[in-house]
């Protein structure tokens, strides 16, 4: 599941460089494409998308990481609490048992 965000993640970067290098060179006029009915702010909303969604999947990757190690915390410790209860029954049943 992480390797599909980082893809993505590397999907919008490589497409977002693509943009600004065709807008860089100009390549749409050269290949014979009339751009005069383009918004000149879409490098500008381009850009807060790009942003926007990189940062939407930074951040999820870093909370699915930290609730993984949450729940893994929680079934070390709820081992630890069985296995030391086990021990606690057992010198118990010791005690029982010279009596």
Do not use: Q
Request: charged share 25%.
């Amino acid at each position: 599941m992480k390797k599909k965000y980082k893809n993505i993640v590397m999907f919008l970067i490589v497409g977002f460089c693509l943009y600004i290098l065709f807008d860089l060179f100009n390549i749409p006029s050269k290949i014979g494409l009339t751009i005069s009915n383009l918004n000149n702010d879409i490098l500008g909303i381009a850009t807060s998308a790009v942003v926007a969604l990189i940062i939407y999947f930074i951040s999820y990757n870093e909370i699915d990481d930290r609730k993984i190690k949450r729940e893994e915390n929680s079934r070390n410790t709820a081992k630890v609490l069985l296995i030391n209860t086990y021990i606690e029954c057992l010198d118990n049943l010791k005690l029982v048992n010279d009596k």
